[in-house]
Nanobody, 126 residues
Framework: QVQLVESGGGLVQAGGSLRLSCAAS????????MGWFRQAPGKEREFVAA????????NYADSVKGRFTISRDNAKNTVDLQMNSLKPADTAVYYC???????????????????WGEGTLVTVSS
C-alpha cells in the first residue's frame, strides 16, 4: 500500500511561485499514475495535473496550462508540482492522488481515486 504526504504549501503573492511535493511510501510507487487536485473553499475538488508511471505523458487542466509543471522521480518516490505565475484563483488545498488503473487522460475525475494525501494549503494574495 502506498501512502501520500504533501508538502510545500504556503502564502505567496500573485505572480509568485511555489513548488509542491508529494512523498510516497511503499515500494510500488512507479506502478501508479500520479496527479494533483485542488479544492477551494465552497467548491468541488478539481483536477490540476497528472503524470504517467514513467513520466513521459502529462495532462493539465486548461486553467493551469503553461503555468504549472508536474514531474516525478520514481527513485525518490516523489511527485512535484511547480506552480508559476500564481493567481488568487489558485488559492486552494492541493491534494496528491494516485491511481493504479487510470491514465493521465482519465485522472481528471476525483471520484473513485485509489489514494489521496491529506492536502497542503496554498494561498495566493492579490
Amino acid at each position: 500500500q502506498v501512502q501520500l504526504v504533501e508538502s510545500g504549501g504556503g502564502l505567496v503573492q500573485a505572480g509568485g511561485s511555489l513548488r509542491l511535493s508529494c512523498a510516497a511510501s511503499g515500494r510500488i510507487f512507479s506502478w501508479y499514475v500520479m496527479g494533483w487536485f485542488r479544492q477551494a473553499p465552497g467548491k468541488e475538488r478539481e483536477f490540476v495535473a497528472a503524470i504517467s508511471r514513467i513520466g513521459g505523458i502529462t495532462n493539465y487542466a486548461d486553467s493551469v496550462k503553461g503555468r504549472f509543471t508536474i514531474s516525478r522521480d520514481n527513485a525518490k518516490n516523489t511527485v512535484d508540482l511547480q506552480m508559476n505565475s500564481l493567481k488568487p484563483a489558485d488559492t486552494a488545498v492541493y491534494y496528491c492522488a494516485a491511481d493504479y488503473h487510470r491514465t493521465p487522460a482519465t485522472m481528471t475525475h476525483p471520484e473513485g481515486m485509489d489514494l489521496w494525501g491529506e492536502g497542503t494549503l496554498v494561498t495566493v494574495s492579490s
